[in-house]
């Protein structure tokens, strides 16, 4: 990842590690748009690997059978987004989580990110960034 990424990784679920993406990768409305047709198209519960909603994009290893039947699909990874921001038709990418399973597939949050933003032309390390806003002074009592 390059020097405009930092990583604040966490340990959630045994083997679980999720990074927090520093500055926010921006994914422009062309390419959001692009993205969340291809995500739908390859639902799980179509014959796809991927299960998109307005927060959570999570990657498995194979479909499922039906709306509940996840059939034995172990989960891989979730890429964790915010639909309307910074402006109404873009997509905010602030966090990614590979599991302990995606982690011996060899999968990275790289990866994991590249695999779906792939279907708008990008990759993570080529997003634009969120602008970081000065933080606000120290409250004084």
């Not at 990583?7 to 959630?12: E, I, Q, T, V, W």
């Not at 519960?45 to 996840?70: E, I, T």
Request: hydrophobic share 40%; charged share 20%.
């Amino acid at each position: 990842m390059d020097d405009q990424t930092s990583r604040a990784a966490g340990r959630g679920a045994v083997g679980e590690v999720s990074e927090v993406i520093r500055p926010a990768a921006i994914v422009p409305e062309e390419a959001a748009r692009s993205v969340l047709v291809e995500l739908a198209l390859r639902d799980v519960q179509n014959g796809g690997v991927w299960q998109a909603g307005p927060s959570l994009w999570s990657r498995y290893d194979r479909p499922w059978h039906g709306a509940d039947n996840v059939a034995g699909a172990e989960l891989i990874g979730r890429v964790h987004v915010a639909y309307g921001t910074p402006t109404k038709y873009e997509i905010t990418i602030y966090r990614v989580t590979v599991t302990l399973f995606g982690s011996q597939l060899g999968w990275t949050v790289e990866s994991l990110c590249d695999e779906a933003l792939g279907h708008g032309g990008l990759r993570l390390r080529d997003c634009p960034r969120a602008a970081l806003a000065v933080p606000p002074p120290p409250f004084r009592g």
